[in-house]
């Protein structure tokens, strides 16, 4: 059974499941789906669009599914899926998606603290750290088990690899390869993220290779791709080494220096 303020307001044509609270003064829009056993403490606003799973913590003031700050979005039927196990603190907005993509996802077990935004049509992993007031902007990828500290600007379409930290106060307008550190002013390479790896179950030798991975590829006399071909031909291309390769040939906006 549900618990639900009798000062909140729940649009008939809203789907929830069961076990929910839903605390004074929340607003739950129409085209919306709760999943069960979600917390909405008091002062949550789910706009039109979400899609929001199973156990997550909302705090007050977070506003989720809202209108894209997009000029180009013209009042199309798009969506905001967020999964399951998220604590959403106060004052978050996450935006729905635009017809580029149609929907902003947020995954599972993420923290996302205070004041911080996610634009439309983002993507963010699982087991995320996302800081207080760092803000996300359009069709921007956060892959799984990032860690971005507070006040980070990210530009749009930028794509965060796994396993990351971000300095506080960063701006970034490249790409941020997994496994690495990014700090200082302007952003760029600042060692692999070693205590983040040792803590997730990484052992030394698989750290190693990464680190000799990015000593070829920060360190190279050449072009990133014949760094990348160097690192083909002088190294055991192990999982992680190869998700290094793809995502740096993949890269649109080019990665930090």
């Known amino acids: 059974m ?4 009798p000062l909140a307001f729940v649009h008939p044509e809203a789907k929830l499941g069961d076990n929910n609270i839903i605390g004074p003064f929340c ?24 899609r929001i799973g199973n156990n997550n913590e909302i705090m007050p003031g977070a506003s989720l599914s809202t209108k894209p700050q997009d000029l180009k979005f013209k009042g199309e039927d798009s969506i905001c899926e967020i999964g399951d196990g998220n604590s959403i603190r106060e004052n978050v907005t996450i935006s729905r ?6 929907t902003t996802i947020v995954g599972n077990n ?6 911080m935004h996610i634009a439309h049509d983002c993507v963010i992993g699982n087991e995320c750290i996302i800081g207080n007031s760092t803000k996300l902007a359009g ?21 965060v690899g796994s396993y990351v930290m971000v300095q506080g106060g960063s701006r970034t307008s490249m790409d941020i390869p997994p496994f690495i550190i990014a700090g200082k002013e302007p952003i760029r390479y600042a060692g692999v993220n070693i205590i983040g790896l040792r803590r997730r179950g990484f052992s030394n030798e698989t750290i190693e290779l990464i680190h000799n991975a990015y000593r070829i590829l920060y360190n190279f006399t050449g072009t990133r791709a014949e760094a990348i071909e160097e690192i083909r031909r002088t190294m055991t291309i192990t999982p992680e080494i190869q998700y290094i390769i793809d995502f740096v040939e993949a890269s649109q906006r080019g990665i930090i220096k």
């Open 27 to 50: 607003y739950i829009d129409r085209n919306t789906i709760l999943g069960d056993g979600n917390i909405l403490q008091n002062s949550v606003t789910i706009n039109y669009g979400a």
């Open 2 to 5: 549900n618990q639900i303020s």
């Open 97 to 102: 998606g635009t017809a580029s993509k149609g």
């Open 139 to 159: 069709e921007v990828i956060i892959e799984d088990r990032a860690i971005i500290s507070a006040t980070v600007l990210v530009h749009q379409f930028c794509h």
């Open 110 to 115: 993420n923290l996302l603290m205070e004041n």
